[in-house]
């Protein structure tokens, strides 16, 4: 249910009688309604389902229940949240009126799988111990080489579209690409998503009819043609370059969301909400007689609203 906006430090009330008071404010990053109150009841804090209020006023909020059932709540875990300071939602603090810092939302689970937040803190642990080992100027030549290198052109089969179920559904395709160089082989762990458009979605993808792609030159290396039903997605969003999934939105139904920060997008890859300052990367993309797909992983620079190539 939608509920009003607690306070910070408002008290608590079970049937009546003063339970605590409230220490953080959880909402919904999606909805920007408020989902969950913490309260600090002796010393230990628990999280409380936003079901639970019967009413708000301005210095208390009363619950539906007795003192001995506030124990039954969850403890609250602080690691499992992010403030609003630290997530960029739009219009949270807009929706929810509290002190901004202590509105939270749940970290998202599909984010704890990426290394994004660790991998400062890992390289510089990495440089740490690489410092006077000869490895050193190897590696650094490989970090460096694709800021001379041409465009990675190459084409790297991904899957089949007998794993594709339906119509206008996001499929995520992962595959590893074989990175070499004199001194270093890498492996590369990267992925894809591919829809088999409608008709419709089709026509949304590709308004100006079949997509060309270039190389550094400007030569032309392959045109997506705009009746084949299959589009592919680079598996970066174009904010930050994160990954994102596919996933069911209760207002807008089937889309991809991006958990690093909210970047919302419909299955034609346009933004629909969030901070993406361009749609999904279209790829290059051929499917062979018997369903075998391949693409050129493009990489576009992050954060720009026009597509500028990296690799």
């Not at 499929?171 to 990267?190: A, M, P, Y």
Request: hydrophobic content about 40%; aromatic content about 8%; some cysteine.
């Amino acid at each position: 249910m939608a509920v009003g906006h607690p306070k910070i430090k408002a008290k608590v009330r079970c049937l009546g009688r003063p339970v605590g008071e409230i220490s953080h404010v959880i909402a919904d990053p999606l909805t920007l309604e408020v989902s969950h109150i913490v309260v600090r009841v002796n010393g230990t804090e628990r999280q409380v389902p936003a079901s639970a209020i019967v009413a708000v006023k301005d210095d208390a909020v009363d619950l539906q229940c007795d003192s001995g059932q506030m124990a039954g709540f969850p403890a609250f875990k602080r690691e499992d949240f992010l403030t609003s300071k630290e997530v960029e939602v739009p219009h949270l603090e807009q929706r929810i009126q509290a002190e901004p810092g202590d509105v939270l939302v749940p970290f998202p689970e599909l984010e704890k799988s990426i290394p994004r937040r660790n991998f400062f803190a890992g390289f510089i642990y990495m440089l740490a111990g690489l410092i006077g080992l000869p490895m050193v100027w190897p590696v650094l030549r490989f970090i460096m080489k694709p800021m001379y290198a041409p465009f990675d052109n190459r084409w790297w089969q991904i899957g089949n579209i007998g794993h594709i179920k339906a119509e206008d559904v996001g499929t995520q395709f992962k595959f590893n690409k074989l990175i070499r160089d004199s001194v270093l082989r890498i492996n590369l762990d990267t992925n894809a998503w591919v829809i088999k458009a409608s008709p419709a979605t089709l026509g949304k993808i590709y308004t100006h009819g079949d997509r060309t792609f270039t190389d550094e030159k400007g030569n032309v290396l392959w045109v997506n043609d705009a009746r084949i039903p299959y589009v592919a997605y680079s598996g970066k969003c174009p904010h930050l370059g994160c990954g994102y999934k596919w996933r069911s939105h209760r207002t807008l139904g089937q889309v991809f969301l991006c958990p690093c920060h909210l970047s919302v997008y419909d299955v034609t890859g346009a933004v629909l909400d969030g901070p993406a300052p361009r749609p999904l990367d279209v790829l290059p993309i051929k499917v062979s007689p018997a369903g075998d797909v391949e693409v050129i992983d493009i990489q576009y620079k992050a954060g720009k609203k026009e597509q500028i190539r990296i690799a």
